[in-house]
Every structure is written in C-alpha cells, then in structure tokens.
C-alpha cells in the first residue's frame, strides 16, 4: 500500500511579507533574528543552526513555560519544528527546537517568521488580557475612588505613632530577647 502525500502551494512572498512586518524584530551581531512582540517570552531564529528559542522576559515561572509550550505545539503543527526537537536549552527558563534547514524549500526563513508572526497574532488575546489588567490597576493606583482615597490635610501629631517604640531600638532589629547587662 501506497501513501501519497500532495502538498500545498505556499503562499506568495509578498503575502508572507506582509505578515512578518507585524513583528517588532531586529537583527543581533552573530545574525541571529530576534522577535519581540510577546509579553512573556523572546524568540531568537538562527538560520544557520536551524534553531528556535523562547527564552524568558522577566522571571520564569508557570505562564512563562506555558507560553513557550503553545509557541511550539503551534510551529510544530504547523509542521515547522520537530516534536522531538524540542528541548531546554543552555539558559535558564529556555526552550529550543529546530527545523530542517537542509530542505530544499524557498524562502525557508520568510516562512518561519511568517508561523512566528500567526502565533502572534494567535496570542493577542492572551497578551491583550494582561495589558487590560495592568491599565486597569495603574486606573486604580492612579485615580481611586472617594472609597478608596482620602482628602488631603493635616496629620495630628502625637507623641507615639505607630508600631515602634522610640525608647527601645533593638525592638525593630530582632534584638529584643538579648539579655543585657
């Protein structure tokens, strides 16, 4: 029994052009392409080694590797990265995979950052939701309500405010259960 397999015609360059320049991008020293538009991860394309890496924006955590994760079960729908290819990389919180660079197919590159910027736009939303959230508390911090403020004014003054005893300055340092002589 034979499979036959008919593959697609790929899409124009210009059309693939079109979507790659949504990605903020730039181009490191060592030629590497680097993709900033998400919120959580960096991704950094070497076209020499054929190599995809998410690596982290701020600290790693849970969010973080789940971001990574939708990044390559997208490309490797996609059929841009191989499953098994996918790996922690040499940084902390990164994660790599590849491609086959060795194929014999045009504009290989145009067509990894054209799968790139289709998750991109796939991710609006979950990048949106955090960006909503953010302005909504700056709102909050920045222009409370009469619930949440108060007036201007004087601070009566009083000999003792507070928590801390000015007459025993160990208190505020752990010092109190030190005998002393």
Same mark, same amino acid.
């Given at each position: 029994m034979t499979v036959k397999i008919k593959i697609k015609n +790929?899409?124009?360059? *210009? =059309?693939? #052009?079109?979507?790659?320049?949504?990605? *903020?991008?730039?181009?490191?020293?060592s030629g590497q392409i680097m993709v900033f538009n998400h919120i959580d991860i960096d991704i950094v394309l070497d !076209?020499? +080694?054929? /190599?995809? %890496?998410? @690596? %982290? /924006?701020?600290d790693f955590g849970e969010l973080v590797y789940k971001s990574q994760n939708r990044l390559f079960d997208f490309l490797f729908r996609k059929g841009v990265v191989l499953l098994e290819s996918v790996r922690g990389a040499n940084v902390f919180g990164a994660i790599e995979a590849t491609y086959p660079k060795d194929t014999k197919i045009d504009n290989l590159t145009e067509i990894v950052l054209f799968n790139i910027a289709n998750f991109m736009q796939e991710e609006q939303g979950y990048i949106k939701s955090f960006e909503f959230t953010e302005d909504m508390e700056d709102e909050r911090l920045l222009h409370p309500d009469k619930k949440d403020s108060? #007036?201007? &004014? !004087? =601070?009566? +003054? !009083? !000999?003792? /405010? &507070? %928590?801390?005893?000015? &007459?025993?300055?160990? @208190?505020y340092y752990g010092l109190a259960g030190m005998y002393r002589y």
């Open positions: +790929q899409l124009p360059l *210009d =059309v693939m #052009e079109s979507e790659i320049k949504n990605l *903020d991008m730039k181009r490191s020293l !076209e020499k +080694q054929g /190599k995809i %890496t998410a @690596y %982290t /924006k701020k108060t #007036e201007l &004014g !004087e =601070v009566p +003054q !009083e !000999e003792k /405010k &507070g %928590t801390l005893n000015p &007459g025993h300055p160990g @208190y």
